[in-house]
């Protein structure tokens, strides 16, 4: 069983910034994709960034500009760094290992494509 651990969550005020890390169990982390999703309430789970095991990147319109991914193979952690924050991003921010079996391609990724999630780390910003 994989165990993908967020931290670095906090109430911050718009236009502030947070960095998100997510620390991975499996030894193998550096040959999987990454992925970082958001649920505000009563909302869908969406797609916020994703990094490929050679560093490849993708972000949500959304958040593009303003959110960077990155991963430490050595550490096996995975971090999303925020950006000029605003309220609607606003949400349970969780990361996800996405499954060997789907062929990585650049562009927005679903759910259901991700095998293991973590607990999830709250995410506030205040107007």
């Known amino acids: 069983q994989v165990q993908l651990v967020e931290s670095g969550g906090g109430l911050v005020q718009a236009g502030g910034s947070l960095r998100l890390s997510c620390a991975a169990s499996?030894?193998?982390?550096?040959?999987?994709?990454m992925g970082w999703f958001r649920q505000a309430p009563g909302k869908e789970r969406d797609f916020v960034a994703h990094?490929?095991?050679?560093?490849?990147?993708y972000y949500a319109d959304s958040v593009k500009g303003r959110f960077s991914i990155s991963r430490d193979n050595a550490k096996n952690t995975v971090y999303l760094q925020m950006n000029s924050l605003k309220p609607e991003d606003t949400a349970v921010y969780y990361c996800?290992?996405?499954?060997?079996?789907?062929?990585?391609?650049?562009?927005?990724?679903?759910?259901?494509?991700?095998?293991?999630w973590g607990q999830g780390t709250q995410v506030t910003v205040s107007s």
């Open positions: 996800a290992e996405r499954r060997l079996s789907v062929p990585y391609r650049s562009g927005p990724c679903f759910a259901y494509e991700y095998a293991y």
């Open positions: 499996r030894r193998t982390f550096s040959i999987y994709t």
């Open positions: 990094i490929s095991s050679s560093g490849n990147t």
